[in-house]
């Protein structure tokens, strides 16, 4: 019939509609099934992936708090390196604080800014840097990575007052930290936040760990903004 | 024309004489972006290559259903949830590779090689001829994902199939290093395009050569 025919190639917009709802919905359904098989081991991935990420950072320090529980989010603006939000995880041993690991960013790097994981022992000291984030040059910044070169292995055991403040930079600039050949902003971004997270953590350390079970206290506002020397 | 020759006309047009990369040159975000090693070469061809074969089979049997007016809509809702799908398997069981590969799994979406089958092919042919085609054009884009991303990681970093960890796991793997350090600029932006340069002229010149030796041997197949 060619009536019939017309209808068929010029169909109404409602059943363009209906067909296109059918699909979103057969389409939805099978994101959500996907979704619903692989959910619990997208979760446990993560988690993994945050112990294991951290675990460079904090060489051999002993913890034995669940890490999601003693998040701290530390929102912008801050005292920390980088402008955008740091994230702190504390850690504690039979309930006492045994040390922090602080997401920050460089902001200073040679494009954009360096996502750095910065393990600090409750005593100040420096227990290992590892960088999540970068877009550093590849073949020159990149080294800093710690699956290209060893440059950041040279933090583990520093503080504040290992070097002395005003030897924490790189050599170039007179102080104490190597830089890489041919790649010196990285590196001078990276010590300089580093150096920043001590002073921060100096200045505030009773009350990262006092903020304890109430997560994502913005430790900043009861601060005094004096984590500069 | 029967169906068997049809079929390996099918293979052969992905695999060589109609790639989407070396000759519809399309898809190139991806490609150029992170063919920075063989694993990142290899795990996005293999996302391709299983989002284009499902979209194609999907495509292809509800191509009843599909009508012209709404058919972009269609196959961009088929595409994405597929891509999501294949992002969600992807962090669950190579959680490193979707690290590695980042943004550009959900960009899938936007590969045009992918709706270009969809409205070229799927939507014209049978459920069965959809799928060799969208395996075949998959399997061409993949192999040229791990043939540039394994020269740039040759000449870029002096190694080969460093981090396969990413695939089955393990330790961080630093493949077969060959030399120390390599030559910069193939892992960098403009070596991509050197490398796609490079290998598209291969293509055309192996295809000349065959053209030439061609009188002694069929090689396109008649009709």
């Known amino acids: ?229 | 024309m029967n169906s068997g020759s049809n079929t390996l006309r099918l293979c052969k047009d992905g695999l060589w004489d109609d790639n989407p990369g070396l000759v519809q040159l399309l898809g190139l975000c991806p490609l150029l972006a992170v063919t920075t090693s063989l694993v990142n070469g290899l795990g996005l061809g293999l996302a391709t290559l299983f989002v284009l074969t499902c979209s194609n089979a999907l495509v292809s049997a509800t191509r009843r259903f599909i009508h012209s007016e709404i058919r972009i809509p269609m196959y961009v809702l088929i595409i994405a949830s597929l891509v999501t799908c294949i992002e969600l398997i992807f962090q669950a069981y190579f959680p490193a590779l979707d690290r590695s590969l980042g943004i550009f799994i959900p960009l899938i979406v936007t590969n045009c090689a992918i709706v270009a089958r969809a409205e070229v092919f799927a939507s014209r042919n049978a459920i069965m001829p959809s799928i060799v085609d969208g395996a075949s054009m998959g399997v061409g884009f993949a192999l040229l994902l791990c043939a540039i991303g394994a020269f740039r990681e040759l000449v870029g970093q002096g190694s080969i199939l460093a981090r396969m960890d990413m695939f089955i796991g393990g330790e961080p793997l630093r493949g077969l290093v060959l030399a120390d350090g390599g030559f910069l600029l193939a892992i960098l932006p403009p070596g991509a395009f050197f490398s796609l340069a490079l290998a598209v002229a291969l293509k055309n010149a192996l295809d000349q050569r065959r053209t030439r030796l061609g009188g002694a041997i069929a090689l396109r197949q008649p009709g």
């Open chain 1, 1 to 229: 019939m060619p009536d019939d025919t017309r209808k068929r190639r010029q169909p109404a917009a409602w059943r363009s509609g209906v067909t296109l709802a059918l699909l979103a919905a057969i389409c939805t359904a099978l994101v959500a099934i996907t979704w619903r098989l692989t959910g619990p081991r997208i979760e446990a991935n993560e988690k993994a992936y945050l112990t294991q990420s951290l675990r460079p950072a904090l060489a051999n320090v002993f913890y034995d708090n669940d890490l999601d529980e003693s998040t701290l989010l530390v929102p912008a603006p801050h005292d920390l390196p980088g402008t955008d939000d740091a994230v702190i995880y504390r850690l504690y041993a039979e309930n006492r604080p045994v040390g922090a690991v602080f997401v920050v960013s460089a902001r200073d790097g040679y494009s954009g800014p360096i996502r750095l994981l910065i393990g600090i022992e409750y005593s100040g000291q420096v227990t290992g840097v590892q960088v999540l984030e970068h877009r550093e040059t590849p073949g020159l910044g990149d080294r800093i990575e710690s699956s290209k070169s060893d440059w950041l292995l040279q933090f583990a055991g520093a503080s504040l007052d290992k070097p002395a403040l005003n030897r924490w930079a790189i050599r170039r600039d007179g102080g104490d930290f190597d830089q890489l050949t041919g790649a010196s902003v990285t590196p001078r971004a990276v010590v300089r936040a580093v150096k920043d997270t001590l002073v921060y953590f100096a200045a505030n350390r009773d009350a990262v760990f006092a903020a304890r079970g109430d997560d994502n206290a913005a430790v900043n506002e009861d601060q005094p903004a004096d984590s500069q020397e």
